[in-house]
């Protein structure tokens, strides 16, 4: 018994001990610090602007964000998004002109001096800000002003040089990482992430709700990487790719329009609200459009079954609609990244039934129409006319359930009721039933 009792009583001290032990682990990983890391690369695009401020939302679990920067510049209106995001994020934002080598020029250099603590690595560039409107640099004084004044304040806000941060925008300065420190445009030089991370601990940086203290000396860096939804944006965001869906969606338009049938006019349609949206059109109306659409070509093709261009379309039309809106949301959201994936998952199920769906209408559709029609004619069979049909012409009727093409021994109106009269060459010779007065 004594024995028993001993083993039974390092059992529990095991147990306490591993509970313990589990306890302070815990706390451990939740007192870790840890830091965001973005990597804001190639051309700033509405597909940019979704990756960044999906990413800030969730940035209030962090110390801080880092946001690696390598791009030659893109659209104003994406880059004015990007440096709002930036200013309202709930931490600070380190800005990181990475890897040794990079750029950030244009709306790259308006987002690095947006950020409140900027550094730049080894013979890395910014600089040649002057805005670009329609392929050429422009000197409009109502835009080279407005974008003056930004770039003025931005660097007010943070402490920086505003002298040579206008130059940038009216003599398109180009600063390496030494001439951008001794300027005192950027804070720090670092060779890595790692190492810019020691450099800015307890560094004090002003920020639009005051003065914060960055504290990032041993933070975990985690790279957060783009979702499904910015990934789909990035493709259509590239200049090539929306400049040729919409050229080539409206020539497929025209083409449906002229030669309808064979859904060239939806698959169009698609292309060219896909195009808009990769130039920057709103992604909740685009991705509400795509949805809308495609329910109902899914009901069309339900109702009418034919040889499924409708029901493809309209499911990729709806698939493309509902991944948009369910990772754009027109609101902030407060949820996970698991709920988001799961949304994306179930998505993808539904979409694979529906088109499971489809495919078995299209099959019986298609063994329908391959089917020999029988008609057990004894030439007295009774129908309804379905159009109406001048006499020695050809229309559609309905005998005994099933549609055939009739020729008319005289004048029938639609839905008047019909005779068949003999059957030849495929075709049923039909009159029309008079009808005595009452």
């Not at 409107?133 to 943070?158: D, W, Y």
């Not at 069309?300 to 493809?312: K, L, T, V």
Request: net charge negative.
């Amino acid at each position: 018994m004594r024995s028993l009792s001993t083993t039974a009583t390092l059992i529990l001290v095991l147990v306490i001990f591993s509970y313990s032990a589990a306890s302070a682990v815990d706390v451990s990983e939740e007192d870790e610090r840890r830091v965001m890391w973005i990597e804001l690369s190639g051309y700033v695009s509405p597909a940019t602007v979704d990756y960044v401020e999906e990413s800030l939302r969730r940035a209030g679990e962090y110390s801080a964000v880092l946001i690696t920067i390598d791009t030659f510049g893109g659209l104003g209106d994406s880059m004015f998004k990007i440096i709002d995001a930036i200013l309202d994020s709930p931490v600070p934002v380190i800005g990181f002109v990475y890897p040794a080598g990079r750029q950030a020029l244009s709306a790259g250099t308006y987002i690095l001096l947006a950020t409140d603590y900027a550094a730049m690595a080894p013979h890395t560039i910014i600089g040649s800000a002057q805005p670009v409107v329609g392929g050429q640099p422009t000197t409009e004084p109502k835009i080279i002003n407005f974008l003056k004044e930004k770039m003025r304040s931005l660097a007010e806000l943070h402490g920086r040089n505003d002298t040579q941060a206008v130059r940038f925008v009216t003599h398109n300065d180009n600063l390496g990482p030494e001439e951008a420190l001794k300027y005192n445009v950027i804070e720090a030089i670092a060779s890595s992430p790692e190492e810019l991370l020691e450099k800015a601990d307890g560094a004090v940086v002003k920020r639009l709700g005051g003065e914060v203290t960055l504290e990032t000396r041993n933070a975990r860096l985690v790279k957060i990487s783009p979702g499904i939804r910015a990934q789909v944006l990035s493709v259509l965001s590239d200049p090539i790719v929306s400049s040729l869906l919409i050229s080539l969606g409206i020539l497929v338009l025209i083409l449906g329009f002229t030669s309808p049938g064979f859904g060239a006019e939806i698959a169009g349609g698609i292309m060219v609200l896909l195009g808009l949206l990769g130039m920057g059109f709103n992604v909740n109306l685009v991705g509400i459009l795509l949805a809308l659409i495609g329910a109902g070509l899914i009901i069309y093709e339900i109702y009418s079954p034919g040889f499924g261009a409708f029901g493809i379309g309209g499911l990729i039309s709806l698939g493309l609609g509902l991944v948009l809106l369910i990772g754009y949301p027109p609101t902030p959201i407060y949820v996970s990244e698991a709920w988001i994936q799961q949304a994306y998952i179930t998505i993808v199920t539904v979409l694979i039934f529906i088109g499971g769906f489809l495919i078995f209408l299209i099959y019986k559709a298609l063994k329908a129409q391959r089917r020999k029609p029988y008609l057990p004619l004894d030439y007295r069979e009774v129908g309804r006319a379905v159009d109406d049909i001048r006499r020695g012409e050809e229309g559609y009727v309905l005998v005994a359930g099933e549609y055939w093409r009739a020729f008319a021994v005289a004048d029938i109106k639609k839905g008047e009721k019909i005779r068949v009269v003999e059957k030849k060459d495929g075709f049923l010779v039909v009159e029309p039933i008079l009808e005595k007065p009452a």
